[in-house]
């Protein structure tokens, strides 16, 4: 009964190849986001979607596909890997709401490129 | 341009001692603010927000617009409280959070 649920937890893969994370809410969430942690700990966002449509995208590069099929999922493609997208991916959930919106976060997914 | 800024990387306490976790923000709009924490190898999860005003785990967080921060205290801390702790801006109108950089508690028997 995971509320945010992200597959695979880890994933360890070469230089160039491209991978995709899973993400899927059962909260009944309209809007679902990618968020990225580095090294340092830093959180940034990545993508948001409202009702499968983008609403964010915070000048991540090209070679990052977010593709949302229906509300419930969303989930995050990487072309040609490099060493530095080696980062933990955290996907979150929320209602589309103007005000005092809580996020729901899944237990992220920790990319390494070797 | 929205900015969350907390000092301290990492702030280490005795159980028992006070906590204040510094949250400075910048934006120019009305500030919804928040407190999440990630426990080790857990997910983040929200521990309060400034609108609620409320006691979570003994934590309090009061918005000071005058100062533009929204520090995270708690009176005596337990040594369950060490975890990685977020302060975070919602952007009004855009469906997105602000992450301050995370200030790590550690808490020492």
């Known amino acids: 009964d995971t509320a945010v649920s992200q597959t695979p937890k880890y994933l360890v893969t070469q230089m160039g190849n491209d991978k995709s994370i899973k993400c899927e809410q059962n909260?009944?969430?309209?809007?679902m986001y990618w968020y990225k942690q580095d090294s340092k700990k830093f959180l940034k966002i990545m993508f948001s979607y409202n009702n499968k449509e983008l609403i964010i995208n915070e000048t991540v590069p090209n070679r990052f596909s977010p593709k949302s099929p229906d509300k419930a999922h969303l989930n995050l493609h990487i072309n040609s890997l490099e060493l530095g997208d080696s980062a933990v991916y955290f996907c979150?959930?929320?209602?589309?709401?103007?005000?005092?919106?809580?996020?729901?976060f899944g237990q992220g997914t920790r990319l390494t490129v070797v | 341009a929205q900015r969350v800024t907390q000092p301290e990387k990492l702030l280490s306490v005795f159980k028992g001692a006070p906590v204040e976790l510094k949250c400075n923000y910048s934006y120019s709009g009305s500030p919804e603010l928040f407190w999440y924490v990630q426990y080790s190898r857990q997910r983040l999860q929200l521990l309060l927000r400034?609108?609620s005003r409320e006691s979570i785990k003994g934590f309090t967080a009061d918005l000071n617009k005058g100062e533009t921060s929204f520090h995270l205290k708690k009176p005596f801390a337990q040594e369950e409280d060490s975890a990685m702790y977020y302060c975070a801006l919602r952007v009004t109108g855009f469906q997105k959070l602000v992450f301050g950089t995370g200030t790590r508690l550690l808490v020492s028997p």
């Open positions: 400034h609108i």
């Open positions: 979150a959930s929320s209602h589309y709401s103007p005000s005092n919106t809580e996020a729901f």
């Open positions: 909260l009944g969430h309209d809007t």
